[in-house]
């Protein structure tokens, strides 16, 4: 069984930070990107930010220059940092991973249950 659990969500003013974490744990072999979504009541889920085993990262136009995505890869870790926070950010945000939980099977995307970011004065 493999588990993506986040933490870090919460209430936070607008121009405030926020850091979400999400660890991957159980039967994995290997991790090849990892990435955050967010979805706002009503709207589809969007990527935010995702980072490749290599390092490199994409970012949804909206958060550039404001959110950074990084990861420890000896601790299946992904994190976001989000900084000068807008009401439009606002959303469930979800981890995302694209596992491989033997060195012979495909890779498989596993999805976090959600943390919930509020932003608002």
């Known amino acids: 069984q493999v588990q993506l659990v986040e933490s870090g969500g919460g209430l936070v003013q607008p121009g405030g930070s926020l850091r979400l974490s999400c660890a991957a744990s159980?039967?994995?072999?290997?991790?090849?990107?990892m990435g955050w979504y967010h979805q706002a009541p009503g709207k589809q889920r969007e990527l935010v930010a995702a980072?490749?085993?290599?390092?490199?990262?994409n970012y949804a136009d909206s958060v550039k220059g404001r959110f950074t995505i990084s990861r420890d890869k000896a601790k299946n870790t992904v994190y976001l940092q989000m900084n000068t926070l807008k009401p439009e950010d606002t959303a469930v945000y979800y981890c995302?991973?694209?596992?491989?939980?033997?060195?012979?099977?495909?890779?498989?995307?596993?999805w976090g249950r959600g943390t919930q970011v509020t932003v608002s004065s």
């Open positions: 995302n991973a694209q596992i491989r939980i033997r060195s012979w099977t495909s890779e498989y995307n596993y």
């Open positions: 980072i490749t085993s290599g390092g490199r990262t």
């Open positions: 159980g039967s994995i072999f290997s991790i090849n990107a």
